[in-house]
T-cell receptor
Framework: QKEVEQNSGPLSVPEGAIASLNCTYS??????FFWYRQYSGKSPELIMF????GDKEDGRFTAQLNKASQYVSLLIRDSQPSDSATYLC?????????FGKGTRLHILP | KAGVTQTPRYLIKTRGQQVTLSCSPI?????VSWYQQTPGQGLQFLFE???????NKGNFPGRFSGRQFSNSRSEMNVSTLELGDSALYLC???????????????FGPGTRLTVL
């Protein structure tokens, strides 16, 4: 079982709709959970991180964490063409961080 | 505040050579992590340095090594290059990564290494 799993996509979402990105992890001791966005040819940039079960909102982005199910998701409301990118999920335990391979998101104008 | 810088940005080497990549973290950041990114394997953790000490190491062969200087700048070295080492090498800096709940990492632009 891979430690952090994401659907590779591409996930196509119409402009203005909600994009839902999912990630599962295998280490029950994981402490922090991250979503990064990476545009083609660029380095990853942090969108948000979450520690506790439940939802965390930041603008159009909402991260959802369910530790019992070992599942973390990212919702993007009012999707814009500029949201088209690869989204990387990452999980940290102590000082070790593991990234998923990412989901390619394509927002259809 | 200046971001993370990496040099060189692009590098072409041949098999068997060695290479040294450099990373300058954001001023005040003490943690520097190195990652290898390839289309097939994604972003993989190489190692992390904090206050000149390697705290953690990923599953890479001993040909991959690194160090951190007293000013927090870091270098990574790859010896006896192989074709499979062709990748984007990213470094990320953090103030106190993994400590006291500090989690934010800032990535540099990366060094694109091509091994021929």
């Amino acid at each position: 079982q891979k430690e952090v799993e994401q659907n590779s996509g591409p996930l196509s979402v119409p402009e203005g709709a909600i994009a839902s990105l999912n990630c599962t992890y295998s280490d029950q001791g994981s402490q922090s959970f991250f979503w990064y966005r990476q545009y083609s040819g660029k380095s990853p940039e942090l969108i948000m991180f979450i520690y506790s079960n439940g939802d965390k909102e930041d603008g159009r982005f909402t991260a959802q964490l369910n530790k019992a199910s070992q599942y973390v998701s990212l919702l993007i409301r009012d999707s814009q063409p500029s949201d088209s990118a690869t989204y990387l999920c990452a999980v940290r335990r102590d000082d070790k961080i593991i990234f998923g391979k990412g989901t390619r998101l394509h927002i259809l104008p | 505040k200046a971001g993370v810088t990496q040099t060189p940005r692009y590098l072409i080497k041949t098999r068997g050579q060695q290479v040294t990549l450099s990373c300058s973290p954001i001023s005040g950041h003490r943690s520097v992590s190195w990652y290898q990114q390839t289309p097939g394997q994604g972003l993989q953790f190489l190692f992390e340095y904090f206050s000149e000490t390697q705290r953690n190491k990923g599953n890479f062969p001993g040909r991959f090594s690194g160090r951190q200087f007293s000013n927090s700048r870091s270098e990574m070295n790859v010896s006896t290059l192989e074709l499979g080492d062709s990748a984007l090498y990213l470094c990320a800096s953090s103030f106190l990564f993994g400590l006291a709940g500090e989690d934010e990492q800032f990535f540099g632009p990366g060094t694109r290494l091509t091994v021929l």
